[in-house]
Each structure stands twice: as C-alpha cells, then as structure tokens.
C-alpha cells in the first residue's frame, strides 16, 4: 500500500517586512501581508526542497533506507 506517511516544509531564513519593501519600491499594495520570506544566497529551491526532505524523514516511522 501506498500512502504519505509525513510532510515536511522549509521557509527560507530571511525575513523582509511590508514596510521596507513599499519604501524601496514606493508603495506596497499586498493588503493582508505583513512580511515576505526571502531566500539567502546560499538558499536555492534544491536545498530548501534537501531540508524538508529531510524535516519528513525525522518525522517518519519509517527508517530512511525503507524509502525507495
């Protein structure tokens, strides 16, 4: 049988809020946000998509190598 066990999720480290943006970009029209995650310069899609990999592994009954 075949089924999601766990879920993991990584958000990038760095953190700018609405307020900053609208004052660099003269104004900021995203009603309801607050602030905007930003990925750091050795954050790319494969390594924050390797960290949650790796948040689901821990969380799984499942050992690793049970993983195909």
């Not at 075949?2 to 958000?11: D, N, P, R, Y």
């Not at 004052?23 to 009603?31: K, Y």
């Not at 930003?38 to 960290?51: I, Q």
Request: no cysteine; hydrophobic share 45%; aromatic share 4%.
């Amino acid at each position: 049988m075949t089924a999601i066990e766990s879920v993991g999720t990584h958000l990038p480290t760095y953190r700018i809020t609405a307020e900053e943006i609208g004052e660099a970009w003269d104004g900021f029209r995203a009603r309801g946000v607050a602030e905007k995650r930003v990925a750091g310069a050795d954050e790319d899609a494969v390594t924050m998509a390797v960290e949650a990999a790796k948040a689901a592994l821990s969380d799984a009954e499942r050992s690793r190598s049970a993983v195909e």
